[in-house]
Every structure is written in C-alpha cells, then in structure tokens.
C-alpha cells in the first residue's frame, strides 16, 4: 500500500486495526511531533463538522486550508473567487474524515508509543529533501516510532513530488520482498 501526505495516517491506522496489507510506503506523513509548525487547533474536527453541518463548505475548507495547511487567510479569500472554489467546497465534507484519521498525530507533541504499536510490517517513510522542515521532521517521527521502517529522502522532492520520481524507491522497496 502507497499513502501519500495524511493518508499515510489512514494507512497506518489500518495496518495498527489488522487489514491484512504487506509492505506499506509513505510520503510525508505531515506528523507534528514538536514546535516546528503550529499544532492542529483542539476542536478542528468539530469545526469541520459544525461548518457542514451549518451548509457552510466554504468556511470547512478554509478551515483546512489555514489550520492544516498553513495558508494565510488572505490567500484563502482570493481563491473564494477563483474557479477552484467549487471544486474544493465539494470536496469539503471528507476533510472531516481526513481530520479523524490524523487524530492527535498533528498536536504539536511526540507521537504515543502505542500509537501504531502493532505494525510489524516492512515501512518505508519518504519525504522531500527540499520540503517544508516540518513534513521532513513528521516523516522522521513517524519512521523512529515504527520498529520495521526505513527512513529515505527524496532528493531535490518537496510535497508535490512527482510518480516518476517516488517509483523508483517503491519499486525498490516492493523488490526487497
């Protein structure tokens, strides 16, 4: 299984569960283990939630965008009026369940022991060499709290790496089987 950015998290929330899965690789799981970004707000699911509830997508999408990904709000008002907007308000309904897969693996602090304390299987945990230091420090956090992965940079890579360039290592790493 190849996850890439918070569906690592849903990967490996589905490994711990014991869906049968092989070998699972990972691109940038955004874990916030430390100080090196703001933390997810406490009640961001809720607010999720509450906004979609209210009718209101555009507000949950916003809420995504500046919370999780950091972007500043008045980025976030002059995409309201690009052609992308719908696009996102449609989507916005499952950002909540992203926010549920993420759980406390984005609150600022070190990931819990027993997190993922029952993946036995082979892990490779990729990030960007020339992503944001917080992915590159989520990723490391991920792969040190996981007995069976393997940490590889990506060279020259940031979160919006490219197949062609992440292939090779996945074929590698299906190739050590």
Do not use: C
């Not at 308000?89 to 406390?104: F, K, L, M, N, W």
């Amino acid at each position: 299984m190849f996850a890439w950015s918070s569906g690592g998290f849903l990967a490996l929330n589905s490994a711990q569960a014991g869906i049968p899965i092989a070998r699972l690789a990972l691109f940038e799981p955004p874990a916030v283990a430390d100080d090196a970004r703001p933390p997810l707000p406490d009640d961001y699911v809720r607010r999720l939630e509450a906004a979609i509830a209210a009718g209101r997508p555009g507000d949950a999408a916003e809420l995504f965008l500046t919370a999780a990904v950091l972007m500043p709000p008045e980025f976030v008002s002059g995409m309201r009026a690009s052609e992308m907007w719908p696009g996102l308000e449609a989507v916005a309904p499952t950002i909540s369940y992203d926010g549920r897969q993420v759980g406390d693996a984005m609150a600022g602090k070190p990931l819990s022991a027993d997190r993922w304390n029952r993946i036995s299987i082979p892990v490779l945990v990729m990030y960007g060499e020339s992503t944001w230091p917080f992915l590159a420090a989520g990723a490391k956090a991920v792969a040190d709290l996981l007995p069976t992965a393997t940490l590889r940079p990506v060279p020259g890579e940031n979160h919006s790496a490219t197949a062609d360039v992440l292939a090779p290592a996945l074929r590698a790493f299906i190739g050590e089987a």
